[in-house]
């Protein structure tokens, strides 16, 4: 088998023309770039033999496309030529020949199914218009990618880093990283090896060059396993299908998983942009949370496990215009899951946003009720829910249906409903909106008092008059206010009974009656006293 020892650049590669067409090494033949050597191939690249380097020396391509051949092999200085640090591998789009060839294309020849191929040991990027994975081959970097500028761009691919270990990944921001695509299929960035030990291991993606959303996971797992990740644009009802939603969400979905399912702790970390965010999601953006795609559903917290914070999946700057959250799954991920972040007010496919609910006391034996809503998602119709002073549970008692087309909406909706309500003592009414799906979402609670019948006379007076006080049940307290909001004087009130005020100066007050001990407002009536 011949060797060749490049020790200098014009062994291999002259400033001629015709080296600038192009380089080719055939099966069966060897080169070695030592250490500390720096070599450049200023042309294409067809690779069927071996490529051997040692530690800290560089190879720079400045052609447009490098292939390897299924009989290539990029080895390093260690025994089996895989397990050692091997040398830089440096894509540069500034060919000093043609000056910017535009982006270079990468045939690797390795296949993630089969972990089968060749594998760099090293690989720096530094082409402002990126470097793309060529069709049918995937790329796989055993120790370091570094980003010096520009991106990769899987083109449907994967990219693999690390060799039974995760290796590193440097020099990733916002300018410089991964490009996933922005479709629901499509390649992965794959981290071998992850284990407790390895930490935080960083996936630095993004769906296009402006849109940077990295990910990042702890595993707790002593045993090391191959971990990969993908983002694409959108969130849909069932992960990969269904109704697009793009006011609740951060508008990015992240597809993660590793190869073998334990039940080992698995901390996930999500970064995405702030323009991404929906309008109410970014509203409430501080009480947003990583959901994940589970029993058909996006699940939901009832409280945060962490507070989301400005994105640091970066080696550069924190990025004050990108969020970050964080959680933990206690009994690991399955082999292939998916994730986004939706806000604890909104919940993710609320049926209903509730703009306001009011009930009250018409009469004596009527409550009403209004409420309006502000967008609806596949909602199916409202539930009516009552609560009697005494009783522990609310119980339905009427169904109202959604006012809208098919259950969506993004317009203001008005409800009415009139409750036959003869009750003599407080009553508790809440609305429940119910998609079609049975997912649910609750107004706020709101009470309403027994009727309270209150007559004053005569009103307007001279500062002399009487107050009846009938049907309520409880203790109350009258409270006389100026309109400064003063507390002129108090009466305690027990039952039906009659209070003859007196000497009250000139001036316009309200009558306001506090339920006993609780403190409640039940009432209020306004009183005018003219000259006396």
């Given at each position: 088998?011949?060797?060749?020892i490049?020790?200098?650049?014009?062994?291999?590669?002259?400033?001629?023309?015709?080296?600038?067409?192009?380089a080719?090494?055939?099966?069966?033949?060897?080169?070695?770039?030592f250490?500390?050597?720096?070599?450049?191939?200023?042309?294409?690249?067809?690779?069927?033999?071996?490529?051997?380097?040692?530690?800290?020396?560089v190879?720079?391509?400045f052609g447009?496309?490098?292939?390897?051949?299924?009989?290539?092999r990029?080895l390093d200085?260690?025994?089996?030529?895989?397990?050692?640090?091997g040398?830089?591998f440096?894509?540069?789009?500034?060919?000093?020949?043609?000056?910017?060839?535009?982006?270079?294309?990468?045939?690797?020849?390795?296949?993630v199914?089969?972990?089968v191929?060749?594998?760099f040991?090293?690989?720096?990027?530094?082409?402002?218009?990126?470097?793309?994975?060529?069709d049918?081959?995937?790329?796989k970097?055993?120790?370091?990618?570094n980003?010096?500028?520009?991106?990769?761009f899987?083109?449907?691919?994967?990219?693999?880093?690390?060799?039974?270990?995760?290796?590193?990944?440097?020099g990733?921001?916002?300018?410089?990283?991964?490009?996933?695509?922005?479709?629901i299929?499509?390649?992965?960035?794959?981290?071998?090896?992850?284990?407790?030990?390895?930490?935080?291991?960083?996936?630095?993606?993004?769906?296009?060059?402006?849109?940077?959303s990295p990910?990042?996971?702890?595993?707790?797992?002593?045993?090391?396993?191959?971990?990969?990740?993908?983002?694409?644009?959108?969130?849909?009802?069932y992960?990969?299908?269904?109704?697009?939603n793009?006011?609740?969400?951060?508008n990015?979905?992240?597809?993660?998983?590793?190869a073998?399912k334990?039940?080992?702790?698995?901390?996930?970390?999500?970064?995405?942009?702030?323009?991404?965010e929906?309008?109410?999601?970014?509203?409430f953006?501080s009480?947003?949370?990583?959901?994940?795609?589970?029993?058909?559903?996006w699940d939901?917290?009832?409280?945060?496990?962490?507070?989301?914070?400005?994105?640091?999946?970066t080696?550069?700057?924190?990025?004050?215009?990108?969020?970050?959250?964080?959680?933990?799954?206690?009994?690991?991920?399955?082999?292939?899951?998916?994730?986004?972040?939706?806000?604890?007010?909104?919940?993710?496919?609320?049926?209903?946003?509730?703009?306001?609910?009011?009930?009250?006391?018409?009469?004596?034996?009527?409550?009403?009720?209004?409420?309006?809503?502000?967008?609806?998602?596949?909602?199916?119709?409202?539930?009516?829910?009552?609560?009697?002073?005494?009783?522990?549970?609310?119980?339905?008692?009427?169904?109202v249906?959604?006012?809208?087309?098919?259950?969506?909406?993004?317009?203001?909706?008005?409800?009415?409903?009139?409750?036959?309500?003869?009750y003599?003592?407080?009553?508790?009414?809440?609305?429940?909106?119910?998609?079609?799906?049975?997912?649910?979402?609750?107004?706020?609670?709101?009470?309403?008092?027994?009727?309270l019948?209150?007559?004053?006379?005569?009103?307007?007076?001279?500062?002399?008059f009487?107050?009846?006080v009938?049907?309520?049940?409880?203790?109350?307290?009258?409270?006389?206010?100026?309109?400064?909001?003063?507390?002129?004087?108090?009466?305690?009130?027990?039952?039906t009974?009659t209070?003859?005020?007196?000497?009250?100066?000139?001036?316009?007050?309200v009558?306001?009656?506090?339920e006993?001990?609780?403190?409640?407002?039940?009432?209020t009536?306004?009183?005018?006293?003219i000259?006396?």
């Amino acid at each position: 088998m011949k060797k060749h020892i490049l020790t200098i650049l014009s062994f291999l590669i002259t400033w001629s023309v015709a080296a600038q067409q192009g380089a080719y090494i055939p099966p069966n033949s060897n080169i070695w770039i030592f250490n500390g050597r720096t070599v450049a191939f200023y042309g294409n690249m067809v690779n069927e033999g071996t490529i051997g380097s040692n530690p800290n020396s560089v190879l720079n391509f400045f052609g447009k496309s490098w292939k390897n051949t299924a009989t290539a092999r990029l080895l390093d200085e260690s025994v089996d030529g895989y397990s050692g640090k091997g040398g830089l591998f440096k894509f540069s789009g500034n060919n000093p020949l043609n000056l910017n060839l535009g982006a270079q294309t990468i045939y690797c020849g390795f296949n993630v199914s089969s972990k089968v191929g060749p594998s760099f040991p090293n690989f720096d990027v530094d082409n402002k218009l990126g470097v793309v994975l060529d069709d049918l081959s995937d790329l796989k970097i055993r120790n370091n990618l570094n980003f010096t500028t520009g991106f990769i761009f899987l083109n449907g691919w994967n990219l693999v880093v690390g060799h039974k270990q995760p290796g590193t990944i440097t020099g990733y921001n916002d300018k410089a990283f991964v490009v996933t695509g922005g479709s629901i299929a499509g390649g992965a960035v794959y981290r071998e090896g992850v284990n407790k030990a390895a930490g935080r291991v960083v996936f630095p993606m993004g769906t296009n060059i402006n849109n940077y959303s990295p990910a990042a996971v702890e595993y707790a797992a002593i045993e090391a396993d191959d971990f990969h990740a993908r983002v694409y644009d959108s969130v849909y009802q069932y992960a990969i299908n269904g109704i697009i939603n793009k006011l609740e969400y951060a508008n990015k979905t992240w597809n993660i998983g590793h190869a073998k399912k334990t039940n080992d702790d698995v901390t996930v970390i999500l970064q995405h942009m702030d323009k991404d965010e929906g309008k109410s999601y970014s509203e409430f953006r501080s009480l947003s949370f990583i959901t994940r795609f589970m029993n058909n559903a996006w699940d939901f917290l009832s409280a945060l496990e962490t507070n989301p914070v400005a994105g640091t999946l970066t080696t550069g700057p924190t990025l004050t215009n990108s969020t970050m959250h964080q959680r933990t799954f206690k009994g690991g991920l399955n082999i292939n899951e998916f994730f986004t972040k939706t806000s604890f007010i909104a919940g993710p496919y609320s049926p209903a946003i509730f703009m306001y609910f009011n009930a009250y006391r018409f009469s004596a034996y009527l409550a009403k009720l209004e409420w309006a809503t502000t967008r609806e998602v596949n909602n199916d119709h409202f539930e009516i829910e009552r609560r009697f002073e005494h009783d522990t549970v609310f119980k339905v008692i009427a169904n109202v249906p959604s006012a809208t087309v098919n259950g969506n909406s993004e317009i203001k909706r008005d409800y009415f409903y009139d409750d036959p309500n003869d009750y003599d003592g407080w009553t508790y009414y809440r609305i429940k909106a119910v998609s079609k799906n049975n997912r649910i979402a609750y107004s706020e609670t709101r009470a309403v008092p027994p009727l309270l019948k209150v007559e004053v006379w005569p009103n307007p007076n001279n500062g002399q008059f009487q107050v009846s006080v009938k049907g309520e049940n409880t203790n109350l307290e009258m409270r006389i206010v100026n309109i400064l909001g003063q507390v002129v004087r108090t009466y305690a009130i027990s039952g039906t009974s009659t209070i003859r005020v007196n000497d009250i100066a000139r001036g316009m007050y309200v009558l306001a009656f506090y339920e006993r001990p609780s403190g409640r407002l039940v009432r209020t009536v306004k009183v005018i006293v003219i000259d006396r």
